[in-house]
C-alpha cells in the first residue's frame, strides 16, 4: 500500500485506558505499557497516554480530544462478557454502522471454553456480535475479539483489557499491520542496566561524558529499587546512523561506568545469570531467610531455568535453617539468625544439599517489627558460595518491607552474577 | 478554613504522571495507581490520568488542558537528582516566583545520605532550590522534595516519581491536607474478591441479584489471573447510607456467590490464610517445583508472617524432591514428576519436614517448552497436606509461562485457604 506508506512518515500514537478500576487506583495499567513499548521499538512515536472511565462521555470526549497529528489510536479496556456493552455501542456511534454477527469470532469462543471443559453462555455469545464499521481482530487468548476502526487517515484499535489477551492481540495482530502499512520514523533507544549505585553517583561518574554527548542524543536515568537504567535515545535522522551514535555513546559510558553496568537493553539480570552458568556448565540453588523465596521466584522465571538451577530452601524458622540447611545451631545461638556466620552457612550448606556450583543465602531484618538498635530493619546480611569459596557482605536496604525484600533478591543476584562472571 | 470548605464540595481531581520512560514503556506508572486509591478511598473523584512526556511544552499544554471543573491536579515524576531542571523551571514559568533555597531540605538530604554512609554532591544540593511560588511538601523518603502550587482556587501538587517517595509524600502530606481542607463527596467502594471461576460464569450467576440492584450502585467485574474482583459503587448521596446500601447488596451477593468469595475490600488472600493460621495456632510449608517460590514469597510478603510460616523447598530437581521432601524415587520414575501421587508425597514431605499443621505443594509443567500430550504446558498438580490428610488436584493453567505460575501460585493458596477454613 504506496499510498499509506506516503502518508505515515512519523507515525504519532495516542493510548486511551478505559476502565473505573483504573481511575480508583484499582488496578494498574500495565497495557498501556506494553503497547508504549512495542510501538517504541517499532519506531512509532507514542505522544499521550489517558486514562478515562468506562462511560459514553468520557470515551467520546478522548476521542474527540485526539491531537491532529495522531495517526494511531489505541484504546484498550471496555471489552469482555460483562462491559462490551458501552464500549462497542460508543464506538460504534462514533464510527457508524450497526451491530452484525461474526459466526467465525463465536466458533472461536466455543473452542476456547472447550479447552478448559465448558461451555459458553448468552454473555459469551453476545461477544461475537461487533460494529459493521470495524475489521475485527484475532483474539486467540480470549473471547473478547479486537476491532479496527477508521476515520479520515487515523487507525483506531480497540484491544481487550485482560493483560495477556492485549498483549497477544497488539503482538500478533496490530505490530504486523503497522510494520506492513506504514512508514515509521527513526526512534531508537539503547537501555543500560546498572546495579548497587545511586543516581547521582552514577550522574557524577558520567558528567564529563554526559555534557559532551550530541545535541540529538537524549539521556535519561529510570531509578528503581536496586537497579538504574541509562537510556539514551535518539528520534531523528537515519536510523542506522542513530543506532551507531547510540551503541558508540553507550560503549563509552560503559567504560566509565565498569562492572556496575551488569547489562543491555532488555536483557534481565536472571537471564544474564543463566546465560553465565550454561556458558559454565554450572548450577545454583538458594537458602533465603528475609527474601523468602523471591530469588527462587526470579531465578525460575526464565525458561530453561531446570538446566542450572537445582532448586532452593525458604528457611524462615531457626529450625529449618538448621534441618534442612545444616547451620550449626550453636552458631545462632552466638551471633543471631542475622549475622555474616550464619548467612556463610546457609549458602555452604544449600550448595551441599543441592550439589551446586554456587548458592546464594540472605538473612536479614524485612520489618516492619523485629528490627533493634544493633540489627534495624532492613538489615541483610547476603553470602555467595562459589567453587572458590564463599563470601558475604552486609547492606542496608531502609525501612520498606516490599521494598527491602525487593533490593535485597536484586542485590542477591548480582552479587551471584559477579561470583558466576569473576568479577573481582 | 471555612472558605475552602464551601467550595470543594465533591472534589474533582486528575493526575499527570511526567516521564518519557513512561511514555515508552520502559517503565510502568504505579505512582497514579496508588494516587487514586488514596484518593479515591478520601472521597476524591478522580477524572482523568494522563501520560505525558518529560519537556516544557508537553507539561504546559497538560497544565492547560485541566477540566474547569477540577480542583486538585497531581504532576509525578521530573524531579530528582539528574531531572530537576525541566519540571521546576516549567513550573516556575507556570506559576510565577523564582528558585531560593531552603536550608532545612538540604539538611534533609544531607541526614538521608549519612545513614547510608554516603555524602550528597553537586546535584544533590541543587533540589533544595524551589521556586518562591510553592509551598514546599516534606519527603523523609528521598532528597527531592514535594511541592504545592495554587492558581485560582486550584491545588497543584507536584510529587517525586520514585514510588516509595510518591507514596510517602501522598500519605503523610497531602492526604491530611486535603482532609483537613476540603470537603470531599461521596465515593464508597465495596469490593469482594473471588477465586477459580470465569468472569461470564460469575456474571450468569449473579445475573438476577444484578438487574435488580438500585440505580446508583454501580458494579464492575475486575478480572485478572486467577483472581476476579466485584467493585460495588456509589458515588452520590449521603455517605452512610451508601455504604449501608453497598454493604447490604455485597451480603446478598456473597449468600449466592458462596465459598467462592474468599475476601472483601483490600485483603489479600495471603492475609486472609495468615489471620485463619494465627487464630488456629496453626503452621504451614510449602513444597514447590513449577510455582519456584512464588508461594513462599506471596506469604511472606505478609508483616509477620513467621507466626506461622516456617519455610518451604523449591525442588526443581528430582534428586531435590526425594533428597529434601522424601518423595519416593520410584514414584517419580513410575507416574513422572509432574503427577499427583509425587505432588501428595511433597505436600507430605513439607509437612514432615517443617513440621507443620499444613503444607502445600506444586508440580507442573511451566513451559514454554517440556509439555507432552497427556501432560501439556499449564498442567499443574496441586496437592494440600492438613490435620485431615492430603488432597490433590489437577488443574490446566494455559500457555503462558509467566501467567501459568501466578495462577498456579494463586490457586494453591486459595485450595490452602479452603483446608485451613475447613470448607468442605
Not at 23 to 50: H, P
Not at 58 to 87: C, E, Q, R, W, Y
Not at 143 to 156: E, H, L, N, S, V
Not at 310 to 339: C, F, M, R, W
Request: aromatic share 8%; charged share 25%.
Amino acid at each position: 500500500m504506496p499510498y499509506i506508506r506516503e502518508k505515515f512518515k512519523n507515525v504519532q500514537a495516542e493510548i486511551i485506558a478505559i476502565g473505573d478500576e483504573i481511575l480508583v487506583g484499582q488496578t494498574t495499567d500495565t497495557n498501556s505499557t506494553f503497547i508504549a513499548s512495542q510501538l517504541s521499538a517499532n519506531g512509532v512515536f507514542v505522544k499521550q497516554k489517558r486514562v478515562i472511565a468506562d462511560e459514553e462521555d468520557s470515551i467520546t470526549d478522548a476521542l474527540n480530544g485526539i491531537h491532529p497529528n495522531t495517526k494511531l489510536v489505541f484504546m484498550t479496556g471496555g471489552l469482555g462478557p460483562t462491559k462490551d456493552d458501552i464500549t462497542k455501542r460508543t464506538l460504534m456511534k462514533y464510527f457508524g454502522g450497526e451491530l452484525i454477527y461474526h459466526p467465525e469470532v463465536y466458533d472461536h469462543i466455543v473452542k476456547l471454553f472447550a479447552a478448559f471443559n465448558r461451555v459458553p453462555n448468552k454473555m459469551n455469545k453476545e461477544q461475537a456480535l461487533l460494529p459493521s464499521s470495524c475489521t475485527p481482530l484475532n483474539n486467540d487468548w480470549g473471547t473478547a475479539p479486537g476491532m479496527r476502526f477508521q476515520k479520515g487517515d487515523t487507525y483506531y484499535f480497540s484491544i481487550p483489557g485482560v493483560p495477556y489477551e492485549a498483549e497477544g492481540v497488539v503482538e500478533h495482530e496490530i505490530i504486523p499491520w503497522i510494520n506492513e502499512n506504514l512508514q515509521n520514523g527513526t526512534v531508537v533507544h539503547h537501555t543500560l542496566l546498572t546495579q548497587g549505585v545511586p543516581e547521582s553517583e552514577l550522574a557524577e561518574q558520567l558528567a564529563d561524558w554526559e555534557n559532551a554527548l550530541p545535541l540529538k542524543l537524549k539521556l535519561a536515568y529510570l531509578p528503581s529499587p536496586g537497579i538504574v537504567k541509562l537510556r539514551l535515545s535518539v528520534y531523528e535522522g537515519d536510523k542506522l546512523e542513530a543506532e551507531k551514535l547510540v551503541k558508540r555513546e553507550a560503549k563509552k559510558a560503559i567504560n566509565i561506568l565498569g562492572n556496575v553496568v551488569f547489562g543491555e537493553g532488555n536483557q534481565k539480570l536472571e537471564e544474564i545469570i543463566g546465560l553465565s552458568l550454561l556458558k559454565e556448565k554450572a548450577t545454583v540453588s538458594t537458602a533465603e531467610s528475609c527474601t523468602g523465596g523471591l530469588i527462587a521466584h526470579i531465578l525460575t522465571g526464565v525458561s530453561g531455568c531446570s538446566a542450572y538451577f537445582n532448586g532452593g530452601v525458604v528457611s524462615y524458622s531457626n529450625a529449618s535453617k538448621t534441618e534442612l540447611l545444616g547451620v550449626d545451631p550453636l552458631t545462632i545461638e552466638k551471633h543471631g539468625a542475622v549475622s555474616k556466620e550464619v548467612a556463610m552457612q546457609m549458602a555452604a550448606g544449600a550448595k551441599k544439599k543441592f550439589k551446586t556450583e554456587y548458592a546464594v543465602a540472605t538473612t536479614g531484618v524485612a520489618g516492619p517489627t523485629g528490627g533493634s538498635l544493633e540489627k534495624p530493619v532492613g538489615m541483610v546480611w547476603i553470602a555467595v558460595a562459589s567453587p572458590d569459596g564463599v563470601k558475604a557482605k552486609c547492606f542496608y536496604f531502609g525501612k520498606n518491607r516490599k521494598r527491602n525484600i525487593k533490593k535485597a533478591a536484586l542485590t542477591s543476584l548480582d552479587l551471584l552474577r559477579r561470583e558466576v562472571q569473576k568479577i573481582k
